[in-house]
């Protein structure tokens, strides 16, 4: 029974400075504003992988999913992202982003680049209710997001 209680402590012990440890690496204004931009592009790709496997048949096509997702493209699209594309968080700054510098550097591009998206998201979020809106419309959705990548993205 004590070596049980033993073996539970440590394994306490060990998943409490796991987690201590990686949240840590969240504190900076820095790392909370990668993590931010990283959570955020992962909700694109979540809504646009709902979407793509509609638009190539590998799920069948279901109106109230698909403007589900097309909504919520568009709302991530058309929020704020100004306080997680923050000085000191490029590639070449900070471990773990894959924003290049030049996005801190020519913002008015990057704006337009992201401006683009939320016109294209917005479309899609008014055309998903048939399979051939968001047929037509992931093209340009895809389109704004690779211009943005593009230009401002490491390869991983």
């Given at each position: 029974m004590k070596s049980t209680r033993n073996i539970l402590l440590g394994l306490t012990t060990a998943a409490l400075t796991a987690g201590m440890v990686f949240a840590g690496s969240h504190t900076t204004p820095e790392g909370q504003a990668?993590?931010?931009?990283?959570?955020?592009?992962?909700l694109y790709q979540f809504?646009?992988?709902i979407l793509g496997n509609m638009a190539k048949g590998a799920?069948?096509?279901?109106e109230a999913?698909?403007?589900g997702a097309?909504?919520?493209l568009a709302a991530l699209a058309n929020m704020s992202q100004a306080s997680y594309w923050i000085a000191g968080t490029s590639s070449t700054d900070i471990e773990g982003s894959r924003a290049l510098a030049a996005a801190f550097t020519d913002m008015d591009d990057?704006?337009?680049?992201?401006?683009?998206?939320?016109e294209a998201?917005?479309?899609m979020a008014e055309a998903a209710g048939t399979l051939d809106g968001v047929k037509a419309n992931?093209?340009?959705v895809g389109g704004a997001c690779g211009a943005c990548h593009k230009a401002y993205r490491a390869p991983s």
């Open positions: 990668v993590a931010a931009r990283q959570a955020h592009m992962d809504n646009l992988g799920v069948e096509f279901d999913v698909a403007m097309a909504k919520d990057a704006v337009a680049k992201s401006m683009a998206l939320a998201a917005n479309a992931l093209g340009k």
